[in-house]
C-alpha cells in the first residue's frame, strides 16, 4: 500500500506597491495608457507557481487640491487630476483582498537660485514610513513567507534589512518598477527583478467598472 505523501502548502505572499514609483516610471517612459492598472492582477503575474497572494497593500497620496489664492487655470488643472486619480482610486477599493494606504503631499516654495523666481513644489509624505510600518507588522504577525516590494525607494533598505535579521527564513523580493531602480534595493533584498512594461499592458482595468450601487466608474480619456 502507497502512503500518500503530503503536499507542501504554498507560500504566502504580501505584496507591498509604491503608487509613487509605479506612476513615474510609467509617467517618465510616456506610458500614461497604462495609468488604469490592476495591481492585483499585476501582483499575481509576478508570482511563483507554488506562491499564494494573501494581500495586495497599495500605498500612494492623493493629488493636492491646491492653495488659497492659485488661479483658476490651476484650480481647473488640479480638479481634473484629483478626479481621474479618485475614480482610479475607487476602482482599485473594489478589488478583492486589496487594502489603500494614504500619505499626504506636503507643499513647499522653491526659489531659482540664479533669477530668484518663484514656485511651488510638492513632496509626498509617510508611503515609505507606511511601507515600512506594514511590512515589519506583517512580519512579526507571521502574516507572510515571502514579502513582494514593488518600489525603488532606497529609503526601505533599514526595514527590509531589519525583517530579514530577524525572520531569516522569509523571503524579501524586490521587484523594480518599469523605469526605475536601485542598486542598495537590489543589495538588501533575498532577490530582485525588473517589471517589464508588457505586465502592465496585461493587467489593466476594465473600461468601464460598475459597482454595486450601479454608479459606473470609466478610464479617463486622458488615460487612453
Keep these: 500500500m502507497k502512503m500518500a505523501i503530503p503536499e507542501h502548502p504554498p507560500n504566502r505572499v504580501v505584496c507591498y506597491i509604491d503608487g509613487f514609483n509605479v506612476y513615474y516610471g510609467l509617467r517618465d517612459n510616456g506610458l500614461r495608457k497604462y495609468y488604469w492598472l490592476d495591481l492585483r492582477r499585476l501582483t499575481l503575474s509576478l508570482l511563483k507557481p507554488d506562491q499564494k497572494l494573501e494581500h495586495t497593500k497599495y500605498f500612494t497620496s492623493r493629488i493636492s487640491g491646491g492653495i488659497?489664492?492659485?488661479?483658476p487655470w490651476l484650480k481647473d488643472k488640479l480638479g481634473q487630476k484629483r478626479k481621474r486619480q479618485g475614480d482610479y482610486l475607487e476602482a482599485l477599493s473594489l478589488?478583492?483582498?486589496?487594502?489603500?494606504?494614504?500619505?499626504?503631499?506636503?507643499?513647499?516654495?522653491?526659489?531659482?537660485?540664479?533669477?530668484?523666481?518663484?514656485?511651488?513644489?510638492?513632496?509626498?509624505?509617510?508611503?515609505?514610513?507606511?511601507?515600512?510600518?506594514?511590512?515589519?507588522?506583517?512580519?512579526?504577525?507571521?502574516?507572510?513567507?515571502?514579502?513582494?516590494?514593488?518600489?525603488?525607494?532606497?529609503?526601505?533598505?533599514?526595514?527590509?534589512?531589519?525583517?530579514?535579521?530577524?525572520?531569516?527564513?522569509?523571503?524579501?523580493?524586490?521587484?523594480?518598477?518599469?523605469?526605475?531602480?536601485?542598486?542598495?534595493?537590489?543589495?538588501?533584498?533575498?532577490?530582485?527583478?525588473?517589471?517589464?512594461?508588457?505586465?502592465?499592458?496585461?493587467?489593466?482595468?476594465?473600461?468601464?467598472?460598475?459597482?454595486?450601487?450601479g454608479h459606473v466608474l470609466s478610464r479617463p480619456e486622458h488615460w487612453r
Design 95 to 213: 478589488l478583492p483582498d486589496f487594502t489603500l494606504y494614504e500619505g499626504h503631499y506636503l507643499a513647499k516654495a522653491m526659489v531659482c537660485r540664479k533669477c530668484n523666481a518663484q514656485w511651488r513644489s510638492y513632496e509626498e509624505k509617510m508611503t515609505d514610513v507606511n511601507i515600512a510600518t506594514e511590512l515589519l507588522m506583517d512580519a512579526v504577525q507571521d502574516r507572510f513567507d515571502a514579502a513582494l516590494v514593488v518600489s525603488a525607494d532606497s529609503d526601505l533598505v533599514p526595514p527590509i534589512r531589519a525583517v530579514r535579521r530577524f525572520f531569516p527564513k522569509k523571503r524579501i523580493v524586490v521587484a523594480l518598477p518599469f523605469g526605475r531602480s536601485s542598486a542598495q534595493l537590489k543589495q538588501a533584498a533575498t532577490a530582485w527583478f525588473n517589471i517589464h512594461a508588457v505586465k502592465y499592458k496585461k493587467s489593466q482595468l476594465a473600461d468601464k467598472i460598475v459597482k454595486p450601487n
Design 68 to 71: 488659497s489664492g492659485d488661479p
